[in-house]
């Protein structure tokens, strides 16, 4: 599996104001895939953003926007305008192509602050 | 919603009992996986499946055994349930066509080992 790394276990932010979540990965391989989850109180993982790391534009899903830095090996999320309804866990996931087996990381609880 | 559907959705076992737990999805998806959600860890694969009677290890297979006999069904076995099987067990389908590298999550299982 590969190592995904999110360094803030814990964020908060007050409603309508931008957080922004921070991930690294560790590859050697040159096609993947990287993905941002959502997991509310309600348990439910639900994607948000999905990147392919051969595309240089970077991925953006409304509030939802990623910087994918290839050579940093870094991809971190940003949600802007956050509302009530972001509070949960992000997890950043790495998928390696032909691959289809997800790593994740250790995730980051958002709260946001009515 | 991928039509996955997980039971139980809670179970309360003790320790050195068999666990089975299911996985059902009914838009015929080929591959099936098995994650376990800890804290500090993220979700991390278990087993997964490429088909019927088709399966591999994931990244903590130890302790763990599946089966697919049928298309719509991908079975975790616990053969001797034991305290650090402790967890939430989330199931996945492969999304299809275009969307061949997300995954999409059952609403998860909450397993408790006394």
């Known amino acids: 599996a590969q190592t995904v790394t999110q360094s803030q276990p814990e964020m908060s932010v007050q409603e309508a104001e931008t957080v922004t979540l921070s991930c690294t990965y560790d590859t050697s391989e040159n096609n993947y895939y990287l993905f941002w989850y959502k997991q509310p109180p309600s348990r439910q993982m639900i994607l948000v953003i999905r990147q392919e790391a051969y595309k240089q534009q970077n991925a953006t899903e409304n509030r939802f926007s990623v910087n994918f830095q290839k050579a940093a090996k870094s991809f971190s999320l940003k949600i802007s305008d956050s509302q009530l309804g972001d509070t949960a866990m992000y997890f950043c996931a790495f998928m390696n192509y032909n691959d289809y087996k997800l790593s994740f990381g250790a995730g980051t609880t958002v709260t946001v602050r009515a | 919603d991928a039509g996955i559907t997980q039971s139980p959705r809670h179970k309360v076992t003790e320790t050195g009992t068999p666990v089975t737990l299911r996985c059902h999805q009914t838009e015929n998806h080929r591959y099936m996986y098995w994650y376990r959600q800890d804290p500090g860890h993220g979700l991390r694969l278990i087993h997964y499946s490429y088909g019927v009677k088709d399966t591999d290890k994931g990244e903590v297979s130890d302790g763990y055994s599946v089966s697919r006999s049928k298309t719509e069904d991908f079975l975790l076995t616990l053969e001797s349930a034991t305290s650090s099987q402790t967890s939430v067990y989330f199931c996945?389908?492969?999304?299809?066509?275009?969307?061949?590298?997300?995954?999409?999550f059952g609403p998860g299982t909450r397993l408790t080992v006394t």
């Open positions: 996945a389908i492969r999304g299809p066509g275009q969307d061949a590298y997300e995954q999409y």
